[in-house]
C-alpha cells in the first residue's frame, strides 16, 4: 500500500501529443520529488519541490514541466517527448522539519512513447 | 553523498535470515544510511534507516559498524514477498540537494522455496 498516488498507472503517447502525470498525498508532506527510472536502472531524480517552490531541477529537458500547484498535489506536464523518454515515472514525498525523514513513493506512471 | 557499493545479487532460501552488505567507506559523520527495496513493477518503498547506533523496525534489522564504513540490512525471516532490489543510500543533511535519494544499482534478492 502507498499513501502517494500517481495516476495513469499507464500513458501511452505520441511525440506531438500533450499529457500530465499526477502526484496527490494528503499526509501534510511539504517536499516531493519527481524521478525517472528506466528499465533496469535505478531511479533518477528530475525535480524537488520545497514549500510548493521549485528547488532543484537536475538540467531536466523543458519538454517536461513540473507543477505545484498545493501542498498536496504535483503535477508533471509532457510535452513533444521522444522515444527514449519511456520510462516509469516516480513520485515522492517527504515530510520537512522533524529530524530526517524517509521519502514515500507511489508506484509510478509508465510512460511509453510511440 | 558518499557513495555506496553492493553485491549485484544475492539468494536466500525462504524462512532464513538475508543479510544484505553494504560498503560506504568514504561516509561522513553527519550522513545517514538508507535502505529502500522496490519490487518488481512497484515504486520504492522505504525500510529502515540509521546514523550510528543500530535500528530495528518491524520489517528489518540495521547493522551499522563502529567505523560507519559499512552497514549490513537483515531481514529475519525471508519470505518470498521480499524477493525485490534492494537499495542502500547514504544521505546528507543536504538542503542542497533537497534531501533527494542518489540510488545505485542495488541488490536483486530473489527468496527460493
Known amino acids: 500500500d502507498t499513501e502517494v498516488t500517481q495516476t495513469p498507472k499507464h500513458l501511452v503517447m505520441g511525440m506531438t501529443n500533450k499529457k500530465s502525470l499526477k502526484c496527490e498525498q494528503h499526509m501534510g508532506h511539504r517536499a516531493m520529488y519527481w524521478y525517472k527510472q528506466k528499465a533496469k536502472k535505478p531511479p533518477e531524480l528530475m525535480f524537488v519541490?520545497?514549500?510548493?517552490?521549485?528547488?532543484i531541477n537536475e538540467s531536466v529537458p523543458s519538454r517536461f514541466s513540473p507543477e505545484c500547484p498545493n501542498s498536496s498535489l504535483l503535477n508533471l506536464h509532457l510535452h513533444a517527448l521522444q522515444p527514449e523518454d519511456s520510462a516509469l515515472y516516480l513520485c515522492a514525498s517527504r515530510v520537512i522539519g522533524e529530524g530526517d525523514q524517509p521519502q514515500h513513493f507511489g508506484d509510478g506512471t509508465r510512460l511509453s512513447i510511440l | 553523498d558518499a557513495k555506496t557499493t553492493q553485491p549485484p545479487s544475492m539468494d536466500c532460501a525462504e524462512g532464513r535470515a538475508a543479510n544484505l552488505p553494504c560498503n560506504h567507506s568514504t561516509i561522513s559523520g553527519n550522513e545517514y544510511v538508507y535502505w529502500y527495496r522496490q519490487i518488481h513493477s512497484q515504486g520504492p518503498q522505504y525500510i529502515i534507516h540509521?546514523?550510528?547506533n543500530n535500528e530495528t523496525n518491524e520489517m528489518a534489522s540495521l547493522i551499522i559498524t563502529e567505523d560507519r564504513k559499512s552497514s549490513t540490512l537483515i531481514l529475519p525471516h525471508a519470505t518470498l514477498r521480499d524477493t525485490a532490489v534492494y537499495y542502500c543510500?547514504?544521505?546528507?543533511?543536504?538542503?542542497?540537494?533537497?534531501?533527494?535519494?542518489?540510488f545505485g544499482k542495488g541488490t536483486s534478492l530473489l527468496v527460493t522455496p
Open positions: 540509521g546514523l550510528k
Open positions: 543510500i547514504v544521505r546528507g543533511p543536504g538542503s542542497n540537494s533537497g534531501y533527494a535519494l542518489n
Open positions: 519541490y520545497s514549500y510548493e517552490k521549485l528547488s
